[in-house]
């Protein structure tokens, strides 16, 4: 196991800002972490790290307790928001964050690192002249120089084009093979959605889901073009559980887990009552869909309580 908290608290004066947050991340896995602004997140995210103590619960690193500072040498954190020495180069840089981690680096590891972030080519240049892009690349590089078992990357992506995020997706793929956990906190859900195990979504301090991405979206939908739709065909379709219309399309909901014998079934028994099948288009409920329903369910389970 990587990361294990549970009942986390935290409050800042009389405003809660994490209110009982418990899960995991094991090895070789990428969690992904989402909710709105305010939801908790980065002070989830640092009282893993210590950078803020919890009012109350537990949380263990990589075997160790949280508390001790040995738990966090082997842990690679890119922040939201950082500033690094402008007078510095990438290879000063990184030199200084090795000594700091008090780990044996190689010389020729730290360029390797240059070289995956894609900043080989600047690896002599002052920081101050480089972009925004560019410093969140060598964050990321700082982030694993040291060969860390657990990356901790809060928005990696905020200052990236799409080459950039890209990037940054393949470095995280790269990363789970080698059997790295990543807690991944990012804004940007469709990237979450490509490269997370499981997500975990925050609201308001509190862990509103989690779950894999297959248990959170619950569902599959299916486009059809149908003709010739009989009251009975019609009344099928509706057993799916929901169906919507517009001219001749359908789009039904179907259950995730059972993909493999719902959508043969449903068109042969169309055919059998009548229907003319003219197009079948697979389609998925969106993380971001997900998101949204579940933070509306909240705020009007809220809504409902305050009256």
């Known amino acids: 196991m990587a990361v294990w908290c549970s009942g986390l608290r935290k409050r800042y004066g009389r405003q809660p800002a994490v209110e009982d947050v ?3 991340v094991h090895r070789g896995e990428v969690v992904g972490l989402l909710g709105p602004n305010g939801a908790g997140k980065t002070s989830v995210i640092k009282m893993l790290l210590g950078l803020a103590r919890p009012d109350a619960g537990e949380v263990v690193l990589l075997g160790r307790p949280g508390s ?3 738990a966090r040498a082997r842990v690679g954190y890119l922040p939201e928001l950082f500033r690094y020495q402008p007078w510095l180069t990438p290879l ?7 000594r700091l981690s008090g780990l044996d680096v190689p010389a020729q590891d730290q360029r390797a690192c240059l070289d995956l972030v894609g900043l080989s080519g600047r690896a002599s240049d002052r920081l101050g002249g480089f972009s925004k892009g560019m410093q969140q690349r060598l964050g990321l590089a700082v982030a ?4 860390p078992e657990l990356v901790i990357l809060d928005e990696p992506t905020s200052a990236l084009d799409p080459l950039g995020r890209a990037d940054v997706r393949d470095i995280v793929l790269q990363l789970r093979s080698r059997g790295v956990a990543v807690l991944l906190n990012s804004h940007l859900i469709g990237e979450v959605e490509r490269v997370c195990d499981r997500v975990v979504i925050l609201d308001r301090g509190r862990v509103a889901a989690s779950g894999t991405l297959a248990e959170l979206l619950g569902q599959r939908e299916l486009r059809l073009q149908l003709t010739a739709v009989s009251a ?7 057993a799916t559980g929901q169906a ?7 789009t039904v909901a179907l259950p995730a887990d059972d993909l493999g014998t719902a959508v043969p079934d449903l068109i042969a028994d169309l055919v059998a009552l009548g229907a003319r099948v003219h197009a079948v288009e697979p389609g998925r409920i969106s993380l971001e869909e997900r998101l949204l329903s579940i933070l509306r369910d ?10």
């Open 22 to 24: 418990s899960f995991q």
């Open 68 to 70: 001790d500072p040995a």
């Open 92 to 98: 000063e840089l990184l030199a200084l964050h090795v």
């Open 144 to 147: 694993l120089v040291a060969g």
């Open 232 to 238: 009975d065909a019609r009344a099928r379709l509706l």
């Open 244 to 250: 919507e219309q517009q001219d001749d399309w359908f």
């Open 298 to 307: 909240g705020a009007e389970a809220r809504a409902e309580g305050a009256r």
